[in-house]
């Protein structure tokens, strides 16, 4: 017969050689780890903190009681019980959790008594919430990373992200301005996330379900309080369901687009109607059956919104949000979709003098700041000859493949220029502004394609625009991150917009592109990949997508 102390020393400590290779320590001074050997600025595996329960036992490893008494221990600051988790043949898949795991969690019958795993998907989610809502009322604040708010202008009067909303409108000057706020968030499609399960092996798989995740991504969105939401991956049955409804409750009205294709997500922009009326609203499909290079599904969403209490009657603003294709060996998809969003853009913003109206474009470009994709937006110019497809958004670093962008990239049937607008339109304006046919072909010779000439391979468009974010912060130029999860951590979402003249956080040279303009106030500061990995990167307990929400705010500068 065995020590009684030996028994229970048996009973906490699961070790399975045979195939099952998990070693569970129930014990709160021995809380073990889980080695994650995905922190990629480390030369060697860093141990986080495991899942836990509250069935821990005191194994006898500490002495005498009343020695672990007289120690100045706080349960608060301890994990109740941890894992090492070592690779488990019985596993689906990497990411989920053993079954010895499960048990503890459940936390519905003993240690030692075996659990059957059950047939029923519903009671294992209702499970995982039940458990994510018990450790939810128990979690420590030290698992979440605040985001600080930086500003830009001193004059900034919204102050939504501090503890204090309270918006002084009462005075005259803030009556004779226009501020408002605008996010950008992809919110992570459950259907791609399932489809995709290999970037979430580092997630718990609780954080994973649905029903997790959407109260989660709800309460951010009521916490940034943004006037603008442009969300990529909304799944059309969840919107239907109960996105709409939820921000609906909240004061927005929703615009949405479905991608075109087998995948059933898309692109909605929502508005607060007590800041803005809308005045159109225009989706974008990049699909197009009689061309081979538009094969793909992604899809945009083009508004345009009338501010109201301004004090001009036809002052406007365009939101546009897009997702553009993920593939980082496709750029000449990429290139052409930016394209024409681009050209729908330029038709829905142009102004009756030929200038724009002020311009905000949002969304998820798969592409990294510095890429030739991204210096196009910026500059407004792209000479592509010789460029290989697989490095237009910049995704890869050696990326694999050395073809070479065919000039043109498009053909000339889908009536988009090299400027990015729509030809017929284009056409329509040299007509009006009594242009001379000869000299409309001279100046316009890098955009019209003609059989006999050589057709340029210089791409423009008209709006220049500037990034609500460096990329880069400036103590220690260390990368910005919009997105994280097991395979990388990189930004591929952006805010642009069109500048006026007196905007100092604008790059030089984004002044004059359109009537009046915007002058950016403030911004939600993002993270580093460091900062994520601190809290197991994306999705977390807090943050349930894979993206981080960004968030600007703006004032509406007349000319």
């Known amino acids: 017969m065995l020590a009684r102390h030996v028994q229970r020393l048996g009973r906490d400590c699961i070790a399975h050689w045979s195939g099952s290779q998990t070693l569970a320590l129930n014990s709160l001074g021995y809380s073990c780890m889980r080695w994650a050997g995905h922190y990629p600025w480390a030369s060697f595996p ?33 994990m109740q019980s941890s894992c090492f988790h070592l690779p488990n043949p019985s596993m689906k898949s990497e990411g989920e959790e053993p079954l010895t795991k499960k048990r503890r969690l459940s936390s519905q019958h003993d240690a030692s008594t075996p659990e059957k795993e059950t ?10 919430l039940s458990v994510a809502r018990n450790e939810e009322k128990h979690r420590s604040k030290k698992g979440t990373i605040k985001r600080h708010w930086e500003y830009f202008c001193q004059h900034s009067r919204t102050m939504k992200i501090v503890e204090n909303k309270e918006t002084d409108q009462s005075s005259t000057e803030s009556e004779a301005k226009f501020d408002f706020t605008v996010m950008s968030y992809n919110i992570l499609s459950q259907n791609l996330l399932e489809d995709n399960s290999h970037l979430y092996r580092h997630c718990r798989q609780r954080l994973l379900i649905w029903t997790y995740r959407f109260p989660n991504i ?21 919107y239907r369901t109960e996105i709409k409804s939820s921000l609906e409750s909240l004061g927005y009205h929703c615009e949405y687009k479905m991608r075109t294709g087998r995948k059933p997500d898309g692109c909605a922009i929502c508005f607060k109607t007590s800041k803005f009326s809308l005045i159109s609203s225009n989706p974008v499909e990049f699909f197009r059956h009689d061309i081979p290079l538009l094969d793909r599904d992604n899809v945009g969403l083009v508004l345009l919104l009338q501010p109201r209490f301004h004090c001009k009657t036809n002052a406007a ?15 000449d998809i990429k290139l052409t979709q930016l394209a024409i969003l681009l050209a729908e853009i330029a038709s829905v913003a142009a102004q009756k003098d030929g200038t724009f109206c002020p311009v905000i474009i949002c969304g998820d470009f798969n592409s990294v700041p510095g890429s030739p994709l991204y210096r196009f937006i910026k500059e407004g110019k792209l000479n592509y000859e010789g460029l290989a497809i697989g490095k237009v958004s910049g995704q890869e670093q050696f990326p694999r ?53 050589k057709v340029s391979s210089k791409l423009q468009h008209h709006f220049k625009l500037s990034s609500v974010y460096s990329h880069y912060f400036p103590e220690t130029g260390i990368p910005e991150v919009t997105t994280c999860h097991s395979r990388s951590a990189v930004t591929v979402d952006y805010i642009f917009y069109s500048a006026a003249k007196d905007d100092t956080a604008a790059q030089p040279g984004a002044e004059d592109s359109c009537h009046g303009g915007l002058k950016l106030l403030g911004r939600l500061a993002l993270l580093t990949e460091k900062d994520l990995w601190t809290v197991n990167g994306l999705p977390n307990e807090s943050n349930s997508s894979d993206h981080l929400p960004l968030l600007a705010e703006f004032r509406l500068i007349e000319r």
């Open 46 to 78: 860093l141990p986080v903190p495991a899942d836990s329960s509250a069935n821990w036992r005191l194994p006898p490893f500490f002495g005498p009681w009343r020695q672990f008494q007289n120690c100045n221990w706080q349960l608060d600051n301890f």
């Open 119 to 128: 047939n029923s998907s519903d009671r294992k989610e209702a499970l995982c």
């Open 218 to 238: 709800l309460q951010e969105i009521k916490q940034l309080d943004a006037d603008v939401l442009c969300l990529q991956e909304v799944q059309e049955d969840h």
């Open 317 to 331: 603003i365009c939101i546009a949000n897009t997702h553009l294709l993920y593939n980082p060996r496709r750029g």
């Open 401 to 453: 493949g050395q073809r070479i962008l065919s000039i043109p990239i498009w053909p000339k049937k889908l009536g988009i220029s090299q400027n990015c607008v729509y030809e017929i339109k284009q056409q329509q304006k040299e007509e009006n502004a009594g242009e001379k046919l000869e000299a409309g072909k001279l100046d316009n010779a890098q955009e019209v394609v003609i059989a006999s000439e």
